[in-house]
């Protein structure tokens, strides 16, 4: 009971304490102070409690920590204790909050009458219309009963099982629309285990990635980016500097492909076919390892049809290409890794076969014992559920999660079969497209709010706790469907033991820990999982064999390629869709185009010009793009905004998934195009030919223009110059230390500083995220991104270069940009009223009550990081909830900007001052460099010479540079030179 | 004094009403004041030569405003700035060279105000009673002369302004 | 008359600056509020000495210093059985609200873009009622201070506390 | 209105030249009235839109990154610019004693007075939280916190007010004189109000005396405010690290532009007043043909100081300098960039023709255009040089809503509307100074067609 009621004055208290925060200077705080009845001991209401628990938002599962204040989970960080995230988080992991607090998520269950309106009902009656059906369906026969939801851990998907059978049936499908089926298939295939290994990227020397874009989506990104960060560090081989040598293999030039010396530019879906070349080199220039003891024989004739020479006409890869990544990749002494992804099997099979060949199998490519079995569903299973429902056979189909309506391909075989089918329950949180074909919906919890269990590897077993009351009357999916079970499947049902949700995963860790034999005491070991977010142990690694057999299959040379192919990829941040109702994720621009709350098709200048198309990045406003193409395509016409960039091949429309939706809430409806609907099943590209249409539609992007004019901004340097220690020249005469007219200030105490590694930056812009997370920064929306008025603190700069023109150096720059925190700060001798002013530590401190809105300091800052406040921020509720009480909210008028996160460096300072001791070095993170998956931020005090911040710059003197240093501002943000390797040698 | 009537002579150009008050200067005859629509030299240099006036006392008013306002702007600019020791851009805390563009500024102020001010309060404006003697014509195109004057005096120093040119002579008790 | 006139348009001038400087007052003291309790400080921390922080438990630990828990009232006012001292004679709460939900008004209110955090002020040795006047004098709470900027600058100044904007304004 | 045949000033009198000012000042018509509801009307109409602005926030413009400034403080430049002529036409050539001035001043002094009020709107306007405006002016308050008088705003607050401040008492002394005839003239209520304006003044000698030497010392004050206050104006920009206008040319360059535009503006304001009012053997052609040599000097030196700017763009040798320049004139609102030089370095070439310069029509043609070429120069430097700073990655050319096209009409009403109601009750041009210079006048109105006599 004080349960209850602590909750409802904490909602309160955030009601009006947020409500509060819309206006600063106008409105005081909430008027009203409401106490506990018992307090919680745990609790102290001004300091945040942090619960672990493991992130829902793709199927890496990083460990996360939440950061809980009076209730209110207000904000995701990495748990540091978990093995795949290491306390990194992603951006779409942080944006987890936004699927918590979104305001279009469901608040009572519904049902849709005859005439298609939906009604509110209560829980009960939902209930029991709910069992009533289930049960005739169960009463009627066998398989009745169907199950489409996303996979949910090992726990809950064995209550869903258990309940399915209860209802004599067995039609229950895991659905996630990018599987990691064909990497599986080619694991059976290849080592007779259908487990997927796991990868060592900082392990390698050189990556050669099939269509794998392993810092974005593919499989576990925040581990990746931080192996690949790892592995591109400068570090001393066989005598000399080396970096690793990466390759990517892909039609379009993504974040991936940028970090990674060599775009290897292939025909969509050749992936394969130059996995096979590569092979082929390796094989005929005899770098097959000894050790893999393969046969040679067998290999050669596998491989025979597709010699580089050959094959180059359907893949539109050079002979001379294969030939030096594979020379990376078999002179590797170091280790080598062949990484694939999509959904084109023989990339998988080649990827496994060159790993195990060039005898990398337990060095860079590792398979565990225990690995977990698949938890999705093979894509046969799935046709026979869609089969059984249009064929009448299926009375009650429940959908819970995966939006099969919207990622199914092709389009609406799903849908006609759903329709036939007797009754359609949805069980969700945001009403998708799925639940358009539903006549019974059922609000459930967010994985935040609800138990969960998850092992994405062996070894890993994470914990997900609930963080926080539901903030709706919502119910977790699983005690749906347990209680249904118990009241409508009679004895069957009666047959499942778990009361609910909770109960089946705590039973679920009472028998891990007889499995994996634990010491502690149950109660220990239970309190201890959920004090860390889980339990990770070292899994012992299994030895395997390439199995002879997978030699003897010959796969078809794939034809050539056809003149315009449209091939789809997943979108960094709103992967198969799911990401598309949360509204950070909408306005963070995609790190290569940076196109916001849109999707996009992307050609080459070439193509564009047989379209007809004007080249519209010339101006200043580059990459918005405004034509519009017309594709034809099996299921209808498709409309396309095209950009037009070089950094994809000619011949490609490449168009990212996750738009396009028909519902899912008001962020996500009526945007852009989904790919799903009109792809063919099993495959990302189509043969489709294109006309120009007279219509326009606007692309927009924060940027403007894409060239770097020769600045100091984002700079790139040579392994050579850095091995010889020699500064690299720009063509622009050095700036040595200018005549200061007045003494420097000193600062005393602490000065704090950051050091930013360009080189390891991937773009995949987790720093915004939790800069938007940890600042109450609000989204502004298309129309004012527009007229440039978005609001983020950090952007990530991306500056390219035409692929063919350039001759050394990567074609893009990425690297992530915020307030320099000048010492001869030129926005502050311009205020007029003090409004933006240094403090003792160095920090250019904005300070927003005493602003007036000159936007002097703006017009005066060379790197345009401060950000204007055009309206008075909306938070809609619940999306208030998520705001950070340590920060203001910003009102209409006044300049704001990167403060470094000082509400994180006082709370620490207050912290040591009470308990009377030093700050310890790291123990103030800001927000982004807590999240950088690639730990290429670091925070630091640039008085203390052993910050690990003043050391990472000593360690890479050779890279430093501040930008644009001939305004002579001293920033305290020093950035280290991205490397990259000649292209005449290696 | 003997101002027991007053004489009120108008002339057509300012010529000829400083050739009278030359006259009357010579004859002895010093208590007069002059209206006129717009500031002639002759007029000026005339009663100047009377009166032994010099230049006007305004200029010491606005020297003083000068400096007054220049000394404001020092202590306003200088003392904010050290009640707070803000730090903007590295800058010392009080950076005279941008400081110089306000004390000139309230300098001027100063000084211009003085000026204005003193211009009232020497002239003896405001003043809302009217002074015997104007005629509304003064302002606009006549120069007028009053001379006070005893009662028999008034024959001379009639006749001394008809010979300088006088258009009329009036007669009136003062 | 006249001559008088300029200096006094200089006074109103000067004068009504002031009204407007002094106008400006970003806290205002909610005086003579009426608690939903008939709650007197002065018998508590005056006549019964009970320290401010032993209900305010969380004013060296936190930002706020918390408002006490039900539980912490019937821990003395418990009824005889548990040998608590004799219960309070008047009810709890007015009709207007449920019982266990005590709605007190604030009396102190800061701005949404002034972070005032107790911990720090309790660990400096600060009196709570170098702010908060001599509450245990009080039965109703009323401030005595008005807290704005100008108080709390004069009193780190004194100190030679932190004078940063940044540590208060972010 | 072509070249009216001029009334014959040979025989000018004393009276004449009363009568003629003080019969502008005659109970006004239906026309009149019509004219200033029209203003007022805009008036309005601006100020709707900005009580809107101030309650929804400044989103209602076209503002963003990185165009922080644009249209408002182009109109505050414009409208400075505007009040300079008036304050060099009254006072720099008084000092210098120049004759033609007489007929103008008055009027090109309360062109200053409301020009500088108009300006003074506009950073206001501009402002994110209006109603703090008066933090950029010392007061005491609890916070003891003033300004930071490092800050070239703060120079604009003190400059701005002291230009106001000077201005204002330079015309009321100046009018006192005037004021004083008309009252002796008029009656019922104008003469109660003329009685407490002229401050019981009567020309006696003593008065004079002060009168001139006053006169004479504001005169030598505001000459240099002058140049102080637009040389502050254009350090807001010049301070600034931004390129295209990170440069030292700027103070002298811009005074030279506003004297510039200021004497373009009287042009305008006085060709059809004068018309209109019927005052034109008071402001004769010889003086226009004067105010027109004025506006073709400084629109040489205006050519000469685009040549030097674009001269040490191309010294500096610094990229992005150039990058910016080259940006001005060939990016993608280029086109502003060539309308400002042909408004401001071509068109006024036709000004060395004497025909030209004797022709009002022509002379009107000219003024407009000269006004909205510097305006395109005000707008040009700041929203263009904004717009293609550091960061490329920060591009964006700037295109105002309609709330900014408004509230520049507005300002526009605004100034127009309070001209025309001082016209119809203070007197328009000096009477006291044309009597005195009467002698001069005379001979205007002897060769009212100066180059006639040639054809």
Redesign the interface.
């Known amino acids: 009971m004080s349960d209850g009621?602590s909750r409802?004055?904490f909602i309160k208290l955030a009601a009006t304490a947020s409500a509060?925060?819309a206006?600063?200077?106008?409105?005081?705080?909430?008027?009203?102070?409401?106490?506990?009845?018992?307090?919680d001991e745990n609790l102290?209401?001004?300091?945040p409690t942090f619960y672990a628990t493991t992130c829902a938002e793709c199927s890496a599962g990083c460990g996360v920590v939440a950061r809980v204040m009076e209730g209110r989970v207000i904000k995701l960080e990495g748990n540091p204790a978990d093995p795949i995230s290491q306390g990194a988080i992603c951006a779409r992991g942080q944006s987890a909050l936004q699927g918590l607090y979104n305001p279009d998520r469901l608040a009572k269950p519904h049902r849709r009458g005859g005439d298609g309106k939906l009604t509110a009902i209560e829980w009960d009656d939902a209930a029991k219309l709910l069992n009533d059906q289930l049960a005739a369906a169960a009463k009627a026969g066998k398989d009745r009963v169907a199950f489409v939801g996303a996979a949910q851990g090992p726990a809950l998907d064995k209550v869903t099982q258990a309940w399915a059978q209860a209802y004599n049936s067995s039609r229950v499908i895991f659905w996630e629309a990018f599987s990691d089926e064909p990497a599986r298939a080619a694991a059976e295939a290849c080592f007779g285990r259908p487990d997927l290994p796991i990868y060592r990227l900082d392990q390698a020397e050189t990556i050669i990635s099939f269509g794998a874009d392993f810092v974005e989506t593919w499989d576990s990104p925040v581990e990746y980016a931080r192996q690949f960060a790892q592995f591109r560090m400068p570090k001393t081989r066989a005598g000399g500097l080396s970096i690793g040598h990466a390759a990517y293999v892909g039609p379009r030039l993504n974040a991936t492909a940028a970090k990674c010396d060599e775009w290897v530019a292939a025909n969509p879906g050749s992936e394969g076919a130059v996995a096979m070349a590569v092979l082929n080199v390796v094989v005929t220039q005899g770098w097959v390892s000894q050790a893999a003891g393969v046969d040679v024989a067998a290999l050669k004739t596998l491989v025979a049809d597709y010699d580089p020479e050959k094959i180059s006409a359907q893949t539109g890869v050079s002979a001379a290409t294969i030939t030096k990544i594979a020379g990376w990749f078999g002179q590797a002494t170091d280790g080598a890794v062949a990484l694939a992804g999509g959904p084109d099997p023989q990339a998988h099979l080649a990827a496994f076969i060159l790993n195990a060949v060039s005898g990398n199998l337990g060095k860079t490519m590792v398979f565990l014992d225990g690995a977990p079995a698949r938890a999705t569903s093979s894509l046969a299973d799935v046709r026979a559920v869609i089969d059984a429902m249009r064929d009448g056979q299926v009375d009650v189909l429940v959908i819970a999660g995966g939006n099969p309506a919207y990622t199914m391909p092709p389009g609406d075989a799903f849908k006609d079969a759903a329709n036939r089918v007797g009754l359609v329950v949805w069980a969700g949180e945001v009403p998708d497209e799925s639940a358009e074909l539903a006549s019974l919906w059922l609000p459930t919890h967010h994985a935040l709010e609800s138990w969960r269990d998850s092992n994405p590897r062996a070894g890993v077993y994470g914990l997900g706790q609930p963080v926080m009351q539901p903030v709706f009357p919502s119910r977790p999916l699983h005690d749906i469907l347990i209680e249904s079970a118990h009241l409508g499947a009679g004895t069957a049902g009666q047959a499942i033991a778990y009361e609910n949700a909770a109960d089946a995963v705590s039973t679920a860790w009472q028998e891990l820990q007889g499995k994996i034999g634990a010491s502690a005491t149950p109660k220990q070991f239970w309190d201890d999982a959920r004090r860390h977010g889980g339990v990770f142990q070292a899994a012992k690694e299994n030895t395997v064999k390439l199995a002879p057999a997978v030699l003897a299959q010959k796969s078809p040379v794939p034809g050539a390629a056809a003149p315009l192919t449209l091939w789809a990829f997943p979108h960094i941040f709103l992967y198969d869709g799911r990401g598309a109702n949360k509204p950070w994720l909408q306005e963070i621009p995609d790190p290569i185009t940076q196109v916001v709350w849109d999707s996009w098709a992307e050609v080459h200048p070439e193509t564009a010009k047989q379209l007809g198309l004007v080249k519209d990045y010339e101006?200043?406003?580059l990459f918005a793009g405004i034509n519009m193409v017309e594709i034809s395509t099996p299921s209808g016409p498709i409309e396309l905004t095209v950009t037009i960039s070089p950094l994809v091949k000619p011949g490609v429309i490449a168009v990212p998934y996750g738009q396009g939706h028909t519902s899912y809430g008001r962020y996500a409806r009526g945007i852009g195009v989904n790919p799903f609907a009109f792809l063919p099943e099993g495959t990302r590209n189509l043969a489709v030919n294109a006309r120009k249409i007279d219509k326009t539609h606007k692309l927009v992007t924060?940027?403007?223009?894409?060239?770097?004019?020769?600045?100091t901004?984002i700079e790139a340097m040579s392994l050579n110059d850095l091995a010889k220690g020699v500064e690299p020249d720009f063509g622009?005469e050095k700036i040595d230390q200018p005549y200061e007219m007045?003494?420097?200030?000193v600062y005393a105490g602490h000065k704090w500083g950051m050091t930013i590694d360009v080189n390891s930056c991937t773009g995949c812009s987790a720093c915004i995220a939790a800069c938007y997370a940890e600042n109450n920064i609000q989204v502004v929306g298309k129309a004012?991104v527009d007229?440039?008025?978005?609001m983020s603190w950090i952007?990530v700069?991306?500056?390219i270069r035409d692929p063919e023109e350039i001759k050394e150096g990567p074609p893009v720059y990425i690297a992530p940009?915020l307030c320099q925190q000048?010492?001869?700060?030129?926005?502050?001798?311009?205020?007029?009223?003090?409004a933006?002013?240094?403090?003792?530590e160095g920090?250019n401190?904005q300070?927003?009550?005493?602003?007036?809105?000159?936007?002097?300091c703006?017009?005066?800052c060379?790197?345009?990081v401060r950000?204007?406040?055009?309206?008075?921020p909306e938070f809609i509720e619940p999306l208030n909830f998520q705001l950070n009480p340590?920060?203001?909210?910003r009102g209409?008028?006044?300049?704001e900007k990167c403060?470094f996160c000082?509400?994180r460096i006082?709370t620490a300072e207050?912290d040591a001052?009470?308990e009377d001791r030093k700050l310890i070095d790291g123990e103030i993170i800001p927000a982004c460099a807590q999240a950088c998956p690639a730990r290429a931020i670091s925070f630091g005090d640039i008085n203390d010479p052993n910050s690990a911040m003043m050391k990472r710059r000593d360690d890479n003197h050779g890279r430093t540079y501040t930008m644009?240093p001939?305004?002579n501002a001293?920033p305290a943000v020093t950035y280290l030179r991205d490397v990259y390797q000649e292209k005449g040698k290696a | 004094m003997n101002g027991d009537i007053q004489l009120v002579g108008s002339f057509v150009t300012d010529g000829a009403c400083a050739e009278a008050i030359e006259a009357l200067h010579h004859a002895k005859i010093v208590s007069f004041r002059t209206f006129s629509p717009f500031p002639s030299e002759k007029i000026a240099e005339a009663v100047d030569e009377v009166r032994g006036w010099g230049r006007s006392p305004v200029r010491k008013f606005v020297m003083a405003g000068g400096f007054t306002g220049a000394l404001t702007g020092l202590v306003v600019t200088v003392g904010t700035s050290w009640e707070w020791n803000i730090n903007t851009g590295g800058r010392p805390i009080a950076s005279i060279t941008p400081y110089v563009v306000i004390i000139f500024e309230l300098m001027i102020l100063f000084g211009v105000l003085g000026a204005v001010s003193s211009f009232f309060f020497k002239s003896g404006l405001p003043a809302f009673e009217q002074s015997s003697g104007y005629r509304t014509r003064f302002g606009a195109d006549r120069f007028g002369l009053v001379v006070q004057a005893a009662e028999g005096d008034a024959a001379k120093i009639e006749a001394l302004m008809r010979d300088a040119g006088a258009e009329e002579v009036v007669r009136e008790a003062a | 008359m006249n001559r008088i006139l300029i200096p006094v348009a200089v006074l109103m001038f000067v004068g009504g600056l002031y009204t407007v400087a002094v106008s400006e007052r970003p806290w205002d003291p909610r005086i003579g509020v009426e608690q939903p309790i008939p709650f007197s400080h002065r018998v508590h921390a005056g006549i019964n000495k009970i320290p401010c922080q032993y209900c305010h438990e969380y004013a060296r630990r936190s930002a706020n210093s918390g408002v006490p828990p039900i539980e912490r009232c019937v821990g003395c006012h418990g009824s005889a059985l548990l040998g608590g001292i004799q219960p309070v004679t008047r009810p709890w709460t007015n009709d207007s609200q449920p019982p266990f939900e005590i709605r007190w008004n604030r009396i102190y209110t800061l701005p949404d873009f002034v972070r005032f955090v107790h911990k720090p002020h309790i660990w400096a040795g600060v009196q709570c009622q170098e702010c908060h006047g001599p509450v245990e004098t009080m039965d109703r709470v009323v401030p005595v201070h008005e807290i704005n900027m100008g108080f709390c600058v004069s009193c780190h100044a004194q100190r030679g506390a932190t004078q940063e904007c940044f540590v208060c304004h972010h | 209105m072509a070249a009216a045949v001029e009334p014959s000033n040979i025989q000018l009198s004393y009276l004449d030249v009363d009568r003629t000012a003080q019969r502008v000042m005659a109970p006004a018509g239906l026309k009149y009235w019509l004219w200033v509801a029209f203003c007022a009307f805009l008036v309005a109409l601006g100020g709707a839109f900005w009580t809107r602005q101030i309650y929804e926030g400044l989103g209602v413009t076209g503002y963003g990154q990185p165009t922080l400034w644009a249209v408002y403080i182009t109109d505050f430049v414009f409208w400075v610019g505007i009040a300079h002529s008036g304050t060099l036409i009254s006072a720099v050539l008084f000092l210098f004693r120049t004759r033609w001035r007489t007929a103008v001043y008055r009027c090109a002094e309360t062109m200053t007075i409301f020009a500088v009020v108009t300006a003074g709107l506009f950073p206001i306007v501009h402002l994110g939280r209006p109603w703090f405006f008066y933090w950029l002016c010392p007061y005491p308050n609890e916070r003891f916190l003033q300004p930071d008088f490092r800050s070239p705003l703060t120079w604009d607050f003190f400059a701005i007010s002291t230009y106001l401040t000077t201005s204002t008492l330079f015309l009321s002394v100046g009018l006192i004189p005037d004021i004083a005839n008309m009252r002796d003239i008029s009656i019922g209520w104008r003469k109660k109000f003329y009685t407490i304006l002229s401050c019981g003044w009567q020309g006696t000698d003593s008065q004079w005396r002060n009168f001139s030497m006053a006169y004479l010392l504001l005169a030598g004050f505001a000459t240099p405010l002058v140049l102080s206050v637009h040389s502050v104006v254009s350090w807001d920009f010049a301070t600034m690290q931004t390129p295209g206008m990170h440069s030292t040319i700027f103070a002298p360059y811009f005074v030279c532009g506003a004297i510039f535009s200021g004497c373009a503006m009287v042009l305008t304001l006085l060709l059809p007043m004068r018309k209109w009012l019927q005052i034109e053997d008071l402001v004769t052609v010889w003086h226009l043909d004067n105010l027109a040599k004025v506006i073709l000097f400084t629109s040489l030196v205006m050519t000469y100081s685009y040549g030097t700017e674009a001269f040490v763009v191309w010294y500096t040798q610094d990229p992005i300098e150039i990058m910016t320049f080259t940006q001005r004139f060939f990016g993608l609102q280029g086109y502003l960039a060539i309308g400002m030089i042909l408004c401001n370095c071509v068109i006024p070439l036709i000004l060395f023709s004497p025909r030209a310069r004797s022709n009002t029509v022509i002379l009107f043609i000219i003024s407009i255009f000269v006004n909205i070429g510097m305006w395109l120069e005000r707008f040009v430097l700041i929203a263009g040089s904004l717009a293609t700073a550091q960061m490329p990655s920060q591009w964006k050319f700037y295109v105002p809503k309609l709330t900014e096209v408004l509230i520049t009409v507005g300002s526009f009403g605004w100034f127009l509307m309070n001209f025309s109601i001082f016209t119809k009750f203070l007197p328009i041009v000096s009477m006291t100074e044309l009597k005195e210079g009467i002698t001069w006048l005379r001979k205007a109105g002897r060769e009212r067609h100066p180059y006639r006599k040639a054809a």
């Not at chain 1, 106008?26 to 106490?35: F, S, V």
């Not at chain 1, 924060?702 to 020769?710: E, T, Y």
């Not at chain 1, 007229?787 to 978005?790: F, K, M, S, T």
């Not at chain 1, 300070?847 to 002097?856: A, D, K, Q, S």
Request: hydrophobic residues 35%.
């Open positions: 009621l409802r004055s509060a925060a206006i600063p200077g106008c409105e005081p705080a909430a008027r009203k102070l409401i106490p506990y009845v018992v307090p102290i209401p001004g300091v101006g200043a406003r924060p940027l403007g223009k894409s060239d770097m004019m020769g600045r901004i622009e007045y003494p420097p200030f004012n007229l440039g008025r978005i952007r700069e991306r500056y940009v000048c010492d001869h700060a030129p926005c502050e001798p311009v205020c007029p009223v003090f933006s002013s240094h403090t003792s920090l401190a300070i927003y009550n005493r602003c007036i809105g000159t936007r002097f703006e017009n005066n060379p790197y345009k950000r204007f406040n055009w309206y008075a340590d920060v203001t909210v209409a008028g006044v300049m403060t000082i509400q006082t207050i001052r009470t644009l001939e305004f001293l």
